[in-house]
Each structure stands twice: as C-alpha cells, then as structure tokens.
C-alpha cells in the first residue's frame, strides 16, 4: 500500500469518526426530549383540564362533562368515576390521602374516603348572583381547616365580577369573600397557612400575608392574563400566562421580574420539581423546561398540537392531560 493509499484510508477513518461524533452528539438532546408519550384516556372531543396526584401511585384526572378518573398505579390505567356532575371538572385538590375536593361548574364537590365517591358540598347558582352564572377555577388548602376557591361571575359570557371563597371548618360550609378586584381569578396557591397567592386576568395578583383575611394587589408589570402560579417557597415563585408569559419573583411578589423565552403559545399551567427544576405547559402541545430555577427555558417535543391544561409532577415522573382527551407521560 503506498502513502497515499495510507492517507486516504486514515482520512476516511476519521471522516467516519467525526460523522459519529456528529450524530452522537446530535441525538443526545432529542433522546431527552423523547420522553412524553401519550394515550387518550376520555372520549375523544372531550378535554381534560386538571390532573392531580397524592404520591406516585395515586392519581385522578377530570376534564368536560364530568368526567372524572382514577390510578392506582402510576396512571398506567385509569378507572372511570362517577363525580356526581355533568358539568366541567377544573380543578382536584387532596388536602390529605382521605379528604378530598374538585370543582365543577358552580358547585364544589368533596370526598372523605380517598377519592372513592363524591358529593356536592355547596353550589352557587344564578339566583344568588343577579342571574349571573358561576363558573369556579382553582381550589387550594392552607391548613386542615382553611380552604380557598377561586373563580368568575359572568353574564351573557361577559365577565361582571370575580369569585372569592372560603371554608374555615375543612370544607362543610363556604361564604363569600370580596376580592379586591372583579377581574376574573383563575388560579390560587399557598406555601403555608400564612402566604397565599391568586393569579388571574389583566396580569392580575393577588397576595395574602394573614392566612387569607385580607388580599392585596401585586404589581406584575404586565396586562397578560396570568393563569397558573406556583411559589416554591414564600420568596420564590413562578406566574404563566398569555403570549409566552413568564414571570418570576424572588422576594414572595413584591416584585415581579419578565422572562424572555422563544415561545408565543400562552401557558396554561406551571410547576417546580426543587429549587432548579420545573416544567410549565400551554396551547398547541407547547412544553417547557427549565434547570435554572427559571432564568432559562428550553422548548420540548411533545408530539401534539392540543392544548396542554394540566401538569404534575412526583418526582422524576410526570403527566399532563389537555384536549381531545389525550393524556401525556413523562418519566
């Protein structure tokens, strides 16, 4: 073999060698990113809206016309539960692994054996609001006894006024509360039975100090409907909203600081995993992802064009449910 020979093979060698660099390096972030896969777990047309769990066994799902699901292994099946409603499921929220409570509609409903049945707890019908109709968003707890819900009060599909709830007994009774403003409330969220927030229209925040007695308003310094919070502590928490919409805060909402992302889709829902890690999803199957504590986020495939509504995470496994029924896995 002459030295030309020699050479050309060498070169071919390392031709080879840097082509599977390439493709090594190439395939890496997209293997990550590969690790949603779905299944439609409600009739198609139908969406689901909120998921929730109480440890990595233990699951339900809700979405429209009632529908209402359970897991008890890790959301690899689900069984179908009667909620007692026809109308839209927004929100599932256990305060413990017995009491447990979802909104549909105008109504609140709760279950006091782990989810297995449900009953309605308390309605808001039209006639107790001028002819208005009720619709209830986001419930959380603070305590044992201190529940919150949120919502709106709208009429000929025009919102007139929010909705501020509370129950002081563990949820056998809820009254009103007036809510230092009318715009719509969307979703609520509380560290501890102190600190509380409320997201909502118009780059709405709401915040408490005292356990919910009085809310005051937060400068978020912007006008985009904001429809999910999640604070990671009293200082450190996370707003989504329209148009790509991220804000963040590292003094518990005094203020609020704009993200810049590569995404226009609005984002619906947003959670932390620790004080790195968290994920936020959105209209038309947007996924994000951030390691940064939220500084950055990067764009996952999640292999849909529906709207994602819902997201929880237990540990490094998680879901999402959105429209056409479809349910989204992580792990």
Excluded: C
């Excluded at 990595?56 to 809700?62: D, E, H, Q, T, V």
């Excluded at 017995?98 to 297995?116: C, H, K, Q, T």
């Excluded at 919910?212 to 009293?234: C, L, M, P, V, Y």
């Excluded at 849909?304 to 479809?326: C, E, H, I, Q, S």
């Amino acid at each position: 073999m002459t030295l030309r020979d020699h050479t050309q093979t060498r070169l071919v060698k390392l031709r080879l060698i840097v082509t599977a660099l390439f493709l090594v390096v190439v395939a890496s972030p997209i293997r990550s990113q590969q690790g949603w896969t779905s299944t439609r777990v409600a009739p198609a047309g139908q969406d689901l809206n909120t998921i929730y769990f109480l440890d990595s066994k233990r699951g339900w799902i809700g979405g429209d016309k009632g529908f209402l699901s359970s897991t008890d292994d890790g959301g690899h099946t689900w069984v179908r539960q009667d909620a007692q409603t026809t109308d839209a499921i927004n929100d599932i929220y256990f305060r413990d692994k017995e009491a447990g409570f979802l909104i549909a509609g105008n109504a609140i409903f709760a279950s006091r054996d782990n989810g297995v049945s449900w009953t309605e707890r308390r309605r808001f019908p039209p006639h107790e609001f001028d002819g208005a109709d009720v619709e209830l968003y986001s419930i959380r707890f603070s305590s044992k006894k201190k529940g919150w819900v949120v919502g709106s009060v709208s009429k000929n599909d025009r919102v007139v006024d929010s909705i501020l709830i509370y129950t002081n007994d563990g949820g056998e009774t809820w009254q009103r509360q007036q809510a230092p403003s009318r715009l719509e409330l969307i979703h609520i969220d509380f560290t501890n039975d102190k600190r509380g927030w409320i997201a909502g229209a118009e780059g709405t925040i709401l915040a408490t100090t005292d356990g919910g007695q009085t809310w005051s308003k937060q400068n978020s310094g912007t006008s985009a409907t904001i429809f999910h919070i999640d604070f990671r502590s009293e200082k450190r928490g996370l707003a989504v909203g329209e148009r790509g919409t991220i804000l963040q805060t590292s003094d518990g909402g005094t203020t609020w600081t704009p993200v810049v992302t590569k995404t226009r889709a609005t984002l619906l829902n947003v959670q932390f995993l620790n004080d790195n890690n968290g994920w936020a999803v959105g209209r038309s199957g947007t996924i994000l992802r951030t390691d940064d504590a939220g500084l950055t986020w990067i764009e996952q495939e999640s292999g849909t064009k529906r709207n994602l509504y819902g997201l929880y995470f237990v540990k490094k496994t998680g879901w999402a449910v959105g429209g056409d029924g479809m349910l989204f896995r992580y792990e």
